[in-house]
């Protein structure tokens, strides 16, 4: 990631340093703590902590008569163990609606945690959850799909699942984005995959949520330009653009992210921080139906949303948990610090 010193003029601000830091200072946001960067950890007001307190009561109530006991739940986090099809059917009959849901399901690669099928069968499968996301999301909610790429056999190796998925669905595709990162495996035969795609789907084309000033980017090359005698730019920044560069959460001795948890797929906080930030307000409610180690649930209520996961496997779900927990103690601490001074 390219440094940019942002030179400014004493009058005014360009962005606050707490704004997405890790984009401007391009390092890793984790420096601090291992647990989650400072923008996740920040305190609420009052009225906030109020409103997600009584919200949250209502939505595990309603939860609990329709999907029964979760897996786990606590401070604005539902985590239900199970298949993601069969409660995504469970959530449709409850009153509950969804203003955002954020996900990366298995790519059909062989990983320890997916059924191989045929890719006729794979397509047929994530048509029939992100058709079950739209019933339950809201008339003006989001949905984000992260996808990587799967081999067609006699067609072609690398194939962005994106070129499958894309219209599979009754959302309405507002754009692709690129997400771009260092590390990743090396190739000998072809080049080595850098990056991944996030479809950024809308279930009204008229009205949705889109909070650009909450993920701008204040790397600003020339923020002291003017025209006409006005500043070209944002003061909070530049729109930053649909190729987002989020280092992967990488393994190995050494090299191991430090959020690193025992989950092979991990999503990097950094960028499912910006998503919430960007199409979701506080309060509402983020689902995730392959949470793994609910890297979304930590954003979600990171930023006083509250947040619903579904995942099979009950390691996963205890390793989200643990992190949960490690995660809400390090905002304790992070509470009695900022208080100290
Ligand atoms: C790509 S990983 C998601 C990782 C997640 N984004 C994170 O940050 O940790 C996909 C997850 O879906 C889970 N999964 C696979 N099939 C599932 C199903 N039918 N229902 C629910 N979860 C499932 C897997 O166990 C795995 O944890």
New binding site residues.
Partial sequence: MQKVSIPEDSSRKISSPSHNSYVLEGVDPHQTTQVAPPALLQPFSEELEQNISSRYKSVEEELKSHLGEPFYSDSGFILYQ????L?LDRLSNTNLEIDLAI?????NIG?E???TLSVDEYINWCSLWMSQIHQVTKANGSFWL?VGYLEVPNKGLCVPISYLLWDKSPFYLLQEVVWKYGAGVSTKYRLSPRNEKWLFYIKNNKKYTFNLDGIRDPNVKYPNQKKHGKYRCNPLGKNPSDVWDFPKVTTGEKRSSKER?G?P???PLGV?ERVVKASSNPVEIIL?????????GIAAVGLGRLFIG????QD?CEL?VDRFQKFQKERTNFYIQGSLF
């Fill in positions: 199970g298949d993601s099809t409660l996900t990366s399901p298995p790519y990983k945690y997916e059924q992260n948890t989950h797929a991990q999503f499912v995730d139906p392959f949470a793994g180690s609910c890297s979304a579904f995942e099979l496997k996963y989200a």
